[in-house]
Each structure stands twice: as structure tokens, then as C-alpha cells.
Nanobody, 118 residues
């Protein structure tokens, strides 16, 4: 059974930082591209950042220079370091695992809430 379990969300003041983690099980983690998405109330889910199986990151424009995605294949875990947070970053953040070339092998975590507010 595939499980993606996010942690690290919470309430933070504007300008603060949070680090999200996503622990994966039930998949050959090393082979999967991993990503973080977010969904704010009343908005569609949007891509935040991805990292390929060999560690190449990519970022959505709104988070470039502020967020950093990384993975630890030994721990089957992907991270999202979020700095200089603004209220616009408030959303539920979801972890995603996708096996390139196999569209049906696409898994989601349950999400973790990030709230940026003073």
C-alpha cells in the first residue's frame, strides 16, 4: 500500500520559515519524481516545486528564490524548505509521487495546512 505522509505544517508569521516533510512508503522511491503542490481556499491546486529522481529541482515562479525542494533517497523522504513566507502562501500543501512514463502511478498525500498570518 502506497502512503505519502506530510508533516511540518502550521501557523507562521509573515517573513517566517517552515520545513515540510513527506515520508513515502510502498513505492520504489528512488525511481519517482516527487513534488509539492498547494491548494488555497477557492482556488485550484497548483504546482509548487518538483524534484526528479536524480535530484534536479524545478520551481513555480511565485516561490523561486524562497522555497527549496530536496530529497533523501535513503530516508524515502522529500522536503520543502519555505522561507520569507507571505499570507499568499497560505494553503494546504500536498506531496506527490509520480513515476515518469507511467501516468497511472501517481500518488498523493493527505495534505498539511500552512497558514501565514500575524
Amino acid at each position: 500500500q502506497v502512503q505519502l505522509v506530510e508533516s511540518g505544517g502550521g501557523l507562521v508569521q509573515p517573513g517566517g520559515s517552515l520545513r515540510l516533510s513527506c515520508a513515502a512508503s510502498g513505492i520504489a522511491f528512488n525511481n519517482y519524481a516527487m513534488g509539492w503542490y498547494r491548494q488555497a481556499p477557492g482556488r485550484q491546486r497548483e504546482l509548487v516545486a518538483t524534484v526528479t529522481s536524480d535530484g534536479r529541482p524545478d520551481y513555480a515562479e511565485p516561490v523561486k528564490g524562497r522555497f527549496s525542494i530536496s530529497r533523501d533517497n535513503a530516508k524515502n523522504t522529500v522536503y520543502l524548505q519555505m522561507n520569507s513566507l507571505t499570507p499568499e502562501d497560505t494553503a494546504v500543501y500536498f506531496c506527490n509521487a509520480k513515476l515518469p512514463g507511467y501516468g497511472y502511478l501517481n500518488y498523493w498525500g493527505q495534505g498539511t495546512q500552512v497558514t501565514v498570518s500575524s
